[in-house]
């Protein structure tokens, strides 16, 4: 923390618990003392500081100091966990500029690491010992918002976690999850609902002939229920294991049968429907894509067979003509397994932070550490972000640290954050 954050931290570490504002103590000026009246002598001036001064100041430290001033009084911790301070913490770092509070949350099969975005190194999460007698779990991440991740773990239990916290919360199953050959495994979709402030999972129940039926579970009533009106006929791509959040709207690559062109399923989590959307009319026919979302829009990335990726971005209006190509990222060949390379985020500098998309690439490069890429648009080169301490992994998450609990959204209400 900067010296001057200290200062302004110690003046702000003196509530008076009696009240509902700090109050900070002002001493006259030293030339002024001699012509004060005794009775002037004796008394003090205060300058108050008013909740929200102190909310728009210790909204910008960070997160670990936030935690620990919590525990320091009944006010304080009132203070930090109230809906309108965690709001305004939540807005704060999503508009930040500084690459501290966001991450990538990298899932290694039986391991979670955190990485900073430019720095060569990743930590290891402690995540929560839901099986005491279990030593080892098996992740996989369904879908990172405002903070918190949505996980199955080991193929048998729902998770909401904010690892920024350490507060979790097991959600109740509409029917037990896949977990055999004969099923596949089912696919999801994790989001916010911005109009009822509740964050919302949507679950497709997978047979072998394709789906059997959805569900959408509520944080708010903890409940799942059926989502009626919606197509058993469409598939999800084999290796599909959650959708893209955007804006309150989930997105999923599908494909109708006798069909080869893929399609686009979008779920409104406001209305609760489910619409199709065409990819870009100049896309490339023959090849599947990627969905991302990237920059605040929803992102379509294609791999034509290892020499470029397309990328194009869906504007606000949502409709087949709102596409619009914006980049090509060239020179793929001069990097190993080019045709598995995927766009995952931009970088503050403009840089595109890209990584490979399938497992079948991890099982290629075999003990040679998986590696992260980043692409310069201007110079149409790319410089290795390598990554110690983790040698293969099979997702990256974008992730933003907040203080967004699993467990207050249930009691609270009007804890709405911006888009």
């Known amino acids: 923390m900067k010296p001057q954050s200290k200062g302004l931290v110690s003046l702000l570490l003196q509530p008076d618990q009696k009240q509902t504002t700090a109050s900070l103590q002002l001493q006259p000026a030293p030339d002024q003392k001699q012509t004060m009246a005794p009775t002037m ?48 913490h939540l807005n704060y770092v999503k508009e930040s500029e500084s690459n501290s509070m966001h991450r990538l949350i990298l899932s290694s099969t039986y391991t979670l690491q955190s990485m900073r975005y430019g720095v060569c190194e990743s930590c290891k999460l402690n995540f929560p010992r839901i099986y005491p007698k279990r030593r080892r779990f098996l992740f996989e991440i369904l879908g990172s918002c405002n903070g918190l991740l949505c ?94 959040f955007v804006n309150g709207v989930l997105y999923w690559n599908i494909i109708y049968p006798g069909k080869i062109i893929p399609w686009i399923l979008r779920f409104n989590l406001t209305s609760e429907k489910f619409e199709t959307l065409s990819p870009p009319n100049d896309v490339n026919k023959g090849h599947d894509f990627a969905l991302r979302e990237i920059g605040g829009c929803l992102t379509l990335a294609q791999n034509l067979e290892g ?57 290629a490069i075999g003990r040679e550490r998986s590696r992260f890429e980043l692409y310069d648009p201007r110079t149409s080169t790319f410089r290795r972000l390598q990554v110690c301490g983790i040698s293969r992994w099979s997702q990256a998450i974008p992730y933003t640290k907040s203080l967004v609990s699993p467990k207050l959204l249930m009691a609270c209400d009007g804890m709405r954050v911006g888009k």
């Open 307 to 363: 020499r470029s990726i397309e990328m194009w971005k869906l504007e606000k209006d949502n409709t087949k003509q709102g596409w619009t190509k914006f980049m090509t990222i060239m020179n793929l060949q001069t990097l190993p397994y080019p045709h598995d390379l995927v766009p995952i985020c931009f970088m503050k500098n403009g840089e595109v932070l890209i990584t490979y998309g399938k497992n079948v690439a991890f099982l």
């Open 151 to 244: 996980l199955v773990v080991s193929r048998k239990t729902l998770i909401l976690w904010n690892p920024s916290i350490r507060e979790f919360k097991k959600l109740p199953l509409s029917c037990p999850l896949s977990n055999n050959k004969i099923n596949k495994t089912d696919t999801f979709g994790f989001g916010y609902d911005y109009s009822t402030d509740d964050y919302k999972l949507i679950r497709f129940v997978h047979v072998i002939d394709g789906i059997e039926s959805s569900y959408i579970y509520s944080l708010k009533s903890n409940t799942w229920k059926r989502i009626q009106g919606f197509s058993v006929s469409i598939k999800f791509f084999e290796d599909l294991i959650s959708g893209t």
């Open 41 to 88: 002598k004796k008394r003090k001036r205060r300058a108050r500081i008013h909740d929200d001064l102190i909310i728009g100041i210790l909204a910008r430290l960070p997160l670990k100091f936030i935690v620990r001033f919590r525990r320091l009084s009944k006010y304080w911790n009132a203070l930090l966990t109230s809906p309108s301070f965690i709001r305004t």
